[in-house]
């Protein structure tokens, strides 16, 4: 397997809008194209079961 040690982005079109999705070393990120904030979601969440993503990027400090 090759290890995750920096972030990979992909470009997603979900209902007819572009989104960059970002997968890094500390977790997911959701953010519509040409936009910094998106949704969050961090890997220790989401092995601890957290169904609900973290607030939305511009709510963190």
Known sequence: ????????????DIDGKAYTLTVDPDGL??????R???VELRWA?????????AAPASAQP
């Open 1 to 12: 397997m090759t290890k995750l040690d920096k972030p990979l982005r992909r470009e997603l």
């Open 29 to 34: 990120k959701l953010t519509e194209k040409g």
């Open 36 to 38: 910094r904030n998106g």
């Open 45 to 53: 969440a989401l092995a601890a079961g957290d169904e609900a993503p």
